[in-house]
């Protein structure tokens, strides 16, 4: 294990090399006592994952192999972070969320709880690449909502509550709760009965 800055490393915590944590932002380059990650009770980090400084996760994280979390993202309780996720840093994740494989998530998104997000989707953060500059804003994901694999999400985009997006879609505007966007550019639609919560 590498460590940078003071990290706090709660009970029962698994780590297998190499992890890397509190690795500095860069306001913290050179400062040998930045603040580095508080990590809860009960996680598993598996081998190659970093998470940055001022990184905070609640009990019962669980990454895969070669994840990075960057600086200053809270993450909940029960939370699952597939191999190669990236989440890009000053994001908020949820309790109990379910990030797949090389999940993509850009700076300034909210994930709330129960969110489920398949492999390979991505979400974004800038209208107008590469040119979007302090105007970042990802998308905001509300508690129960699904997105399917190889989705992706425009920046600013909400997805409503217990809003299920299907595999492969390209979401241009909100979807409202309990709504099937399906698609490319997706079409929101009612939600299937089956696919409604119980």
Known sequence: MIEYGINQIGKNVRIFDPVTLGFPSREYLGTPDHPGVIIGDDAI??????LYSDVRTGSHLSTGHNVLVREKTCI?????????????????????????SMVYVPT?????????????????????????????????????ASIGANST??????????????????????????????????????????????
């Open 108 to 144: 300034n998104s909210e994930l709330g709880n129960h969110v489920f997000i398949g492999p390979n989707a991505v979400l974004t953060n800038d209208k107008y690449p590469p040119r979007g500059g302090r105007n970042l804003f990802g998308p905001k994901i509300r508690d129960d």
């Open 76 to 100: 909940g309780d029960h939370v699952s972070l597939g191999t190669g996720v990236i989440i890009e840093g000053q994001c908020t994740i949820g309790n109990y969320c379910n990030l797949q």
């Open 153 to 198: 999400i425009l920046p600013g985009i909400t997805i409503g509550e217990g809003a299920l997006i299907a595999a492969g879609s390209i979401v241009t505007r909100d979807v409202p709760p309990f709504s099937l966007a399906i698609g490319s550019p997706a079409r929101i639609k009612p939600l299937p009965e089956g696919a409604k919560q119980q």
């Open 45 to 50: 980090l598996r081998s190659g994952t970093i």
